[in-house]
């Protein structure tokens, strides 16, 4: 029997409240998602001002990120580089740039997925979380 690390409440937490004061502080309106390494919502934060629509997109992308076991930009890449079919890929829903996955001692245990301004700047919060787990 194989054993790996998988996130803990506390922990899902500790990334969501570095990924929310990110966000605060540069006065961006974002929904932030946390997903478990099978892409299942364990958090989901919409911040004031933030467009209804991003309560979707940010959980779609931790979603792609986790299942994927890569930055859900990879697949936005794929797509605009011409390989347009990747759109048809089952279960992943989220193929633009915010998610962001979860890498504990080689394991893959979830991913985190933001929302509501530049894609730029949705991975700058997404890192922010990522870098509460050390």
């Known amino acids: 029997m194989h054993t790996k690390p998988c996130l803990s409440l506390s922990d899902i937490k500790r990334v969501a409240a570095a990924a929310e004061a990110q966000a605060l502080a540069n006065q961006w ?3 932030i998602a946390i997903v478990d390494d099978g892409g299942h ?4 934060q919409r ?3 933030a467009a209804p629509a991003s309560a979707h997109i940010a959980p779609a992308k931790a979603h792609t990120a986790a299942v ?3 930055e859900s930009r990879i697949y936005e890449e794929m797509i605009n580089q011409g390989r347009v079919s990747f759109l048809s890929a089952p279960t992943l829903h989220g193929m633009l740039e915010g998610g962001v996955p979860i890498i504990v001692e080689g394991h893959c245990v979830g991913a ?3 929302s509501g301004v530049k894609s730029n700047e949705d991975v700058q919060i997404a890192r922010a979380g ?3 787990l050390g």
């Open 47 to 49: 911040l004031d001002g």
């Open 29 to 31: 309106p974002v929904t």
């Open 112 to 114: 985190i997925g933001v």
């Open 68 to 70: 994927g076991r890569r």
């Open 130 to 132: 990522l870098a509460a």
């Open 41 to 44: 919502l364990l958090w989901l």
